[in-house]
């Protein structure tokens, strides 16, 4: 792949559009359902001829669905894949951000402003980008989240 920037092929019936986070246990969620989506090996290396011993130094993967069918797999040499960059998009945020200000005035030109914004008010954990790496055992999950944690930001403003 050139500059690592590669991208599967599809080979067979893969649904970019049943996905959803799924909690599992600890730190971790499933984005695309764990049952659904195995990694093994990739059949390309099946056709690594065995006479060079080289068939075990075989690495690349592929993903299966449950019935055992690949879906995702690496294209073949010289080829690009077909799945395309950025079409599995990561289970977004659930923030929720606000401000409120209120004007006094002192007299006929000077004014008092008070402003305070907040920040992830709901105080949610957003779980980070799904690992959708075919060479991955963790393929279509999510490991980790990031803790942004509420935070609020007060300011005096004068005007004259």
């Known amino acids: 792949m050139l500059y690592a920037n590669g991208t599967a092929s599809i080979v067979g019936p893969f649904d970019l559009d ?5 909690y599992d246990t600890g730190t971790t969620w499933n984005y695309l359902p764990k049952s ?26 592929a993903v299966k669905d449950a019935s ?3 879906v995702l797999q690496n294209p073949q040499p010289g080829t690009r ?3 395309g960059q950025r079409v599995i998009e990561g289970p ?31 105080n949610h954990p957003e779980p980070n980008a799904p690992t959708l790496a ?3 055992a963790n393929f279509g999950t999510i490991n980790g989240k990031t ?7 007060g300011q005096l403003r004068l005007t004259f």
């Open 134 to 136: 075919i060479t991955s």
């Open 92 to 122: 977004g945020q659930w923030r929720f951000d606000a401000n409120v200000q209120k004007t006094f005035r002192i007299s006929e030109s000077k004014s008092l402003q008070f402003r305070m914004d907040a920040r992830n008010i709901l």
């Open 147 to 153: 803790n942004l944690h509420r935070q609020f930001q």
């Open 81 to 83: 894949g077909t799945l």
């Open 18 to 22: 049943s996905k959803g986070v799924k």
């Open 68 to 70: 055992g069918n690949y």
């Open 36 to 61: 659904a989506y195995i990694v093994d090996d990739d059949p390309q290396c099946g056709q690594v001829t065995l006479a060079q011993g080289l068939r075990g130094q075989c690495t690349i993967d």
